[in-house]
């Protein structure tokens, strides 16, 4: 079996609409004048809604239990070095898309821009428009562009419309994205001319992993070099500092994307391109990845529990609960990466959630101290309750979606990295301590001074709101649909590894379908 084959898919060119319908809406809204800042918020919304729309007709025509890149559209380049324009989606990449989809238009459709909507909405549909073509990217040289393309709006919406400590957060963010980037590109160039044969240079990611053309202890280092640049962006311990700043001081709608898709962008990265393109790398240094992965879930959840800045202490349990995916991926089993490639989807639904709803807790009060808060539930029922179910959610209460990723995590992890899963445990226990305690604080008791009169969710925000409640909700409840799409390809890619490698996953940690 060819391993994530690709086939040409002669139809109408879904991928290559759902990436350039966000860039190309954000070139119209550049166009029109700033006079007229309703009709730029209503184009970007529709924009970005139209682009929803597409990826959930993607989802609608995947072809359940196949295990390669299906729609897939290619178009050579730059043929002497092999550079195509080539997309393509699978089980892994197929719902990171679709959060894009659902993301962005709740980003842009909830929290009210104050200032300067135009280069806001345009930015935030290059943003789109970036991402996306991350996920769908078959080539390496066009997946580092959108790759790169995602800093540049990230950079620019956080440092137009933060917080404080914008210019300082924004800027730091970029140099520690950059700084990772440089590796990715040092690493991708060195394996595209190392795995060149008869002069033939491909930048085409199916055919340089079938090739397989590097020594083991050259794998090993490119596979550092692409580690670091997606360790920044997942973002790993040590490398983490960038990200508590960056969310604390980004907009709403700038933490909502940068906790739900773009951290994202390390996870999928170290998935698509750690474990496909160097699976003997990624089996020799999976203890050093697990043991940071498992280091970062102990240190964010220790870290947030100490936070007086309710904003800043879920920026922490971001970190916290990525580990969990990282611990999910390199344990090199079918359960524990299936529950990995889940957990990615529901991170970014639970705790865009918790950023949305912080972001309106911050436009009435005005403050992200949690001493300042109390007795909100009193005076915000219908906020309260929908807090409660999300911040559940991230605890991973079983019913919610966070408990399917993360059993499927512990538990395809315990059987091949026993003690690490062990230790990962801990972040279940001091999530649940640190989300309920603040909680406590910020919506039980008796209301004083201005916490007296806040008013409740508007229309506006309950419709941002209800379709990340109801994924929430559904995917806890029936998660079958969604795990049916992602196994075959998670199951190919541990057959790869297994292929490339002495190593053999055990039958139990497999799943049904071994």
């Known amino acids: 079996m060819t391993v994530l084959a690709a086939e040409a898919h002669p139809g109408f060119p879904l991928l290559t609409a759902t990436v350039l319908l966000p860039a190309g809406v954000a070139a119209i809204v550049a166009l029109l004048p700033r006079r007229r800042p309703e009709v730029i918020k209503l184009v970007g919304f529709l924009g970005s809604v139209g682009t929803g729309l597409l990826t959930i007709y993607i989802a609608i025509v995947f072809k359940t239990h196949v295990a390669g890149f299906q729609l897939v559209a290619q178009h050579p380049w730059v043929k002497e070095f092999g550079i195509s324009w080539k997309l393509g989606v699978d089980g892994i990449s197929l719902f990171l898309v679709l959060l894009s989809g659902i993301l962005f238009p709740v980003a842009l459709g909830g929290p009210i821009v104050t200032h300067d909507p135009k280069p806001y909405v345009a930015w935030m549909l290059v943003l789109e428009a970036g991402c996306i073509g991350s996920f769908l990217a078959l080539d390496l040289f066009f997946f580092f562009l959108f790759f790169e393309l995602t800093i540049v709006p990230m950079y620019f ?30 690493g991708m160039l060195a394996l595209v001319f190392l795995s060149a044969r008869g002069g033939q240079v491909t930048f085409d990611l199916v055919t340089l992993a079938q090739r397989q053309a590097v020594a083991a202890s050259t794998g090993r280092w490119l596979f ?28 709403t709608a700038g933490s909502v994307i940068l906790a739900g898709v773009l951290l994202k962008l390390g996870t999928y990265g170290l998935i698509r391109f750690g474990l496909y393109l160097f699976p003997r790398a990624a089996r020799d240094l999976a203890p050093l990845m697990l043991t940071l992965g498992v280091v970062g879930i102990t240190y964010g959840a220790l870290v947030a529990a100490v936070q007086r800045d309710l904003k800043r202490l879920v920026a922490y349990s971001s970190i916290a609960h990525l580990g969990f995916i990282v611990l999910g991926t390199f344990a090199l089993t079918t359960q524990g990466l299936s529950g990995g490639v889940l957990q990615m989807v529901n991170h970014g639904l639970s705790t865009a959630g918790l950023f949305l709803l912080v972001g309106m807790v911050m436009d009435r009060r005005h403050t992200r101290l949690i001493s300042e808060l109390g007795g909100l539930q009193k005076t915000m029922p219908l906020l309260a309750g929908v807090f409660t179910l999300v911040m ?93 799409r992602i196994n075959p390809s998670v199951r190919s890619l541990v057959e790869h590894v297994e292929r490339h490698t002495s190593y053999r996953q055990p039958g139990f940690a497999a799943g049904s379908g071994r």
């Open 157 to 186: 919406i956080i440092g137009g419309w933060g917080y404080e400590n914008r210019v300082y957060a924004s800027l730091k963010f970029f140099l520690y994205t950059l700084f990772g980037s440089a590796f990715l590109l040092v």
């Open 392 to 484: 559940l959610s991230s605890i991973g209460l079983p019913g919610l979606n966070g408990f399917v990723g993360e059993f499927l995590i512990l538990v395809g992890s315990f059987v091949t990295r026993r003690w690490w899963a062990v230790v990962a445990t801990s972040g279940v226990v001091l999530a649940a301590i640190y989300l309920l305690w603040a909680y406590q604080r910020v919506f039980h008791g008796r209301p004083t001074g201005e916490n007296e009169s806040l008013p409740d969710m508007t229309w506006r925000e309950r419709a941002a709101m209800a379709p990340l409640v109801a994924l929430i909700v559904f995917l806890g409840v029936y998660p079958k649909p969604a795990l049916d």
């Open 224 to 251: 550092l070099a692409f580690a670091v640049a997606f360790a920044v962006k997942v973002p790993l311990f040590p490398v983490h500092t960038w990200l508590p700043d960056a969310h604390t001081e980004a907009p």
